[in-house]
C-alpha cells in the first residue's frame, strides 16, 4: 500500500481540561474524498482541528505525506498545502468578498490567478457581489466563499467541515456539484452529516463516535450496512 | 477674525499632536483590543531619548530617529514580556501594563535623571511667519504636517495594504488567518512595536512644542490617547485624527473664552459621543468595543 497523504495515528486531544479526542486513528489516501461521520459532539470539528494544529494533539501523531506535523504552528501546515473551511466558515465579515479572497492569497503568481478566476466560474456569486462585505453575504455565498478561499492556494488537501449546514436543498445541490469538481484536483476530507450529500462525494469514510473512531470503509459498504447507519448515524 | 483663525491654527496644531500619540494606540488599541497602559511611558520615552539624541548628535532628525528605534526595541519587548501573556485578558492587561507603566516612568528618573530637561526647538523651526494679521509659528506648521503625513500613510497602508488587511482579518478571526498560511504572531509583534514607535516619535515631536519635559508626561498624555481612540471609533484612522483635531480645538477655544471649561472640556466631548454614538464616530474596521 503506498503512503496515505494523510495519517492520524493515536491522537488524544483535549480542550480545557476534557479529553475529546481518544486515540482517534484514520487514513486519507492521495485523490479521494474521505468523509468524517458521526452524531453531534463526536468530535469531528476536533478532529479537523487537530489535523490543521489548532487543537493539537497532546499524543499521538499526525503525518502530511509521511512528515510528522503534531506540534507544527497551523500556519506551517497550511503552508504545506492543506485548505480549511470550517464549520463556521470563518469569513472576515468586514472584509469584502474581493478582500477575502485576497488576504487568502499566499502567492500572487498566475497559478493563484488561475485558480481564483476558475473559483469565480465555479461560484458566479462571489463575482457579483466582489465588493459586498462578506457578513453581508448569504449563508450558501459565505459557504462558497469559504470553499473557495481554502482554495486559491495550490491545495494537496482540503478540509470541509459541514458544509451543507443550514442551507436550503437548492443550495446544497450548488456545494456538492462544487465539490465534485474541486474532487477531481485535490484530496478532500469532507465532514458531513447530511447522508444525501456524503452518498453522492465519498468514496470512503471513517465513523467517530464520543471521540473514538469506530468504524471506517468504502462507501458502498456504508450503504449497504443499515446497522452501522441507524447505530452511529441515525438513519433508515 | 484673525484672533479665530491664530486660535484654529493652534487648535489644529494642538490636535495634530494628540493624533500622533493617539495613532500608535489607534493600532494597538483599537485594532488588537490591547489595553496598554504603558502606551504613555513609550511616549516619554521618546520625547526623553529624541532630546538626548538631537543633543548628543546635534541633529534634529537623527534625534526623531533615535527616538524611533528606542520605540521600536521597547515596543518588542513589552509585546514579548508583558503583553503576550496576557493577550485576551483586559482586567490583567490593564494591571500589567499600569505596572510596566510606572517601572518605564521610574526607570527614565534612574537614566535621565530626575529633574525637568529642557526640549530644544531645532533652528530651522525657530520664529514664526506672519501672514497679514495671522501668526503661524513654524514648529507648529512642522506638526500639521508631520500628522497629515502620517495620516495618510497610515490610512492608506491599513485600507489598501496586503499587511492591512491581514491585521484586520487577524483580529476578526486570529484561527482563520492562521488557517491561511499567516504567521499572524509575528504581525502582531510588528504592529506593537510600530504602534510604540509611533508613541515615541509623538514623544520626540512633542518635546519642542512644550519646551520641557519630565517623567510623569507619559501618565498624562497616555490617559489623552485612550480618549482620542475611544471617540474616534476603536481601530479607525480617520476617527482618531478627527477625535484628536476636535479635542485639540476644543482645548485651544475654551482655553481661551473659558478657561474654567478647558480642564474638563475632554471628558465633555467623551460623554456627548458616547452617550450618542457609543461605537466612537467611526468604526470602520469593525472592530466592536468589546
Ligand atoms: N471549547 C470547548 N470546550 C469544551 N468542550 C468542547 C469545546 N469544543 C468542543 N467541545 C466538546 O468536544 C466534543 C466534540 O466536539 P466537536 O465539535 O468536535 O463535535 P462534532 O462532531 O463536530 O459535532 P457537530 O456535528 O455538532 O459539529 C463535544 O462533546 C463538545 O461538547
Ligand atoms: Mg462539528
Known amino acids: 500500500m503506498t503512503q496515505p497523504l494523510l495519517r492520524v495515528e493515536k491522537a488524544n486531544t483535549y480542550i480545557e481540561q476534557f479529553h475529546i479526542l481518544q486515540n482517534i486513528n484514520f487514513e486519507v489516501q492521495k485523490g479521494e474524498l474521505t468523509l468524517l461521520l458521526g452524531r453531534n459532539g463526536a468530535g469531528k470539528t476536533t478532529t479537523l482541528r487537530t489535523i490543521m494544529g489548532l487543537n ?24 504545506k498545502g492543506i485548505g480549511y473551511v470550517p464549520e463556521d466558515q470563518g469569513i472576515f465579515y468586514e472584509l469584502t468578498v474581493g478582500e477575502n479572497m485576497r488576504v487568502a492569497m499566499m502567492h500572487e503568481d498566475d497559478a493563484t490567478k488561475e485558480r481564483l478566476e476558475w473559483s469565480l466560474e465555479l461560484f458566479p456569486d462571489l463575482k457579483k457581489f466582489w465588493k459586498k462585505p462578506g457578513g453581508q453575504l448569504s449563508g450558501g455565498q459565505k459557504q462558497m466563499l469559504s470553499i473557495a478561499r481554502a482554495f486559491v492556494n495550490e491545495t494537496d488537501l482540503l478540509l470541509i467541515d459541514e458544509p451543507s449546514k443550514g442551507l436550503a436543498p437548492v443550495v446544497v445541490e450548488k456545494v456538492i456539484e462544487a465539490v465534485e469538481k474541486i474532487k477531481d484536483h485535490t484530496t478532500v476530507v469532507l465532514v458531513e452529516q447530511n447522508f444525501y450529500m456524503a452518498n453522492r462525494l465519498g468514496d470512503r469514510f471513517y465513523i467517530l463516535d464520543d471521540g473514538l473512531s469506530v468504524h471506517d470503509g468504502y462507501m458502498k459498504e456504508l450503504n449497504e450496512n443499515e446497522e452501522l447507519k441507524r447505530k452511529y448515524l441515525g438513519i433508515g | 477674525m484673525e484672533l479665530f483663525i491664530n486660535l484654529a491654527i493652534n487648535g489644529i496644531a494642538m490636535g495634530m499632536l494628540i493624533f500622533l500619540i493617539a495613532s500608535g494606540l489607534t493600532l494597538i488599541f483599537g485594532l488588537m483590543s490591547v489595553l496598554n497602559f504603558a502606551h504613555g511611558g513609550l511616549f516619554a520615552w521618546g520625547a526623553y ?24 526595541l521597547l515596543g518588542w519587548l513589552t509585546e514579548l514580556l508583558i503583553v503576550r501573556p496576557v493577550y485576551g485578558n483586559h482586567i490583567r ?38 501672514i497679514g494679521d495671522i501668526t503661524i509659528i513654524k514648529y507648529r506648521a512642522f506638526i500639521i504636517a508631520v500628522g497629515l503625513i502620517l495620516f495618510i500613510v497610515m490610512y492608506s497602508v491599513l485600507k489598501y495594504s496586503k499587511i492591512g488587511l491581514i491585521v484586520r482579518a487577524g483580529v476578526m478571526n486570529k484561527d482563520m488567518i492562521q488557517a491561511l498560511g499567516v504567521n499572524i504572531k509575528l504581525v502582531f509583534v510588528l504592529v506593537f512595536m510600530v504602534g510604540s514607535a509611533l508613541a515615541a516619535l509623538g514623544g520626540a515631536l512633542f518635546a519642542p512644542s512644550s519646551g520641557a519635559i519630565y517623567a510623569e508626561m507619559g501618565l498624562e498624555f497616555g490617559i489623552f490617547a485612550f480618549i482620542v481612540v475611544i471617540i474616534g471609533g476603536m481601530g479607525s484612522i480617520p476617527g482618531s485624527l478627527l477625535a484628536a483635531l476636535l479635542v485639540g480645538l476644543a482645548n485651544t477655544f475654551t482655553a481661551y473664552y473659558m478657561p474654567i471649561l478647558s480642564m474638563v472640556v475632554t471628558m465633555i466631548i467623551m460623554l456627548i459621543v458616547l452617550i450618542f454614538r457609543p461605537q466612537g464616530l467611526f468604526n470602520i474596521s469593525g472592530v466592536s468595543n468589546k
Request: no cysteine.
Open chain 1, 56 to 79: 493539537p494533539a497532546t499524543s499521538g501523531h499526525v503525518f502530511i505525506k509521511g512528515e510528522d506535523i503534531t506540534s507544527t504552528p497551523t500556519y506551517k501546515i497550511a503552508k
Open chain 2, 93 to 130: 492587561q490593564i494591571l500589567i501594563t499600569l505596572g510596566f507603566m510606572l517601572v518605564l516612568t521610574e526607570m527614565l528618573k534612574v537614566v535621565f535623571g530626575p529633574n525637568i530637561i529642557n526640549a530644544p526647538t531645532p533652528e530651522m523651526f525657530q520664529g514664526s511667519w506672519m
Open chain 2, 49 to 72: 531619548s529624541g532630546v538626548f539624541f538631537y543633543v548628543l548628535l546635534d541633529n534634529f532628525w537623527l534625534g526623531l530617529l533615535g527616538a524611533i528605534v528606542t520605540g521600536l
